[in-house]
């Protein structure tokens, strides 16, 4: 059975970086592809990106598009998501999960995701 895990959050001041790890094992031959959410207390869970495991495919959230870059290291089974230029409004809990979205075309279309790692964003 697949298991995903996702470590790296944290509290950070605006503008400063951190990057997530979606660090995955069990059956992983057939995922199509790794995408990451992140839930805010009060707010819609929300879409951030998307990788497929080829790596040849990536997609983000509009609100995230040019701060944040999602790559993969098959060899170590892991997604990264790097997190540039940090805001408040990023502060989340934020998960990463499975997808059959090969071409990722819907950013947060996972089957099911993981504890979460939480970021805070403040000054």
């Known amino acids: 059975q697949l298991q995903l895990v996702e470590s790296g959050g944290g509290l950070v001041k605006p503008g400063e970086s951190l990057r997530l790890s979606c660090a995955a094992s069990?059956?992983?031959?057939?995922?199509?592809?790794i995408g990451w959410i992140r839930q805010a207390p009060g707010k819609e869970r929300e879409g951030v990106s998307c990788?497929?495991?080829?790596?040849?495919?990536?997609n983000y959230a509009d609100s995230v598009k040019g701060r944040f870059t999602i790559s993969i290291n098959n060899a170590k089974n892991t997604v990264y998501l790097q997190m540039d230029s940090l805001q408040p409004e990023d502060t989340a809990v934020y998960h990463c999960?499975?997808?059959?979205?090969?071409?990722?075309?819907?950013?947060?279309?996972?089957?099911?995701w993981g504890p979460g790692t939480p970021v805070t964003v403040a000054s």
């Open positions: 069990g059956f992983t031959l057939n995922v199509a592809a």
């Open positions: 990788i497929s495991t080829s790596g040849d495919a990536t």
């Open positions: 999960g499975p997808s059959n979205d090969y071409q990722c075309l819907r950013v947060g279309d996972i089957n099911s």
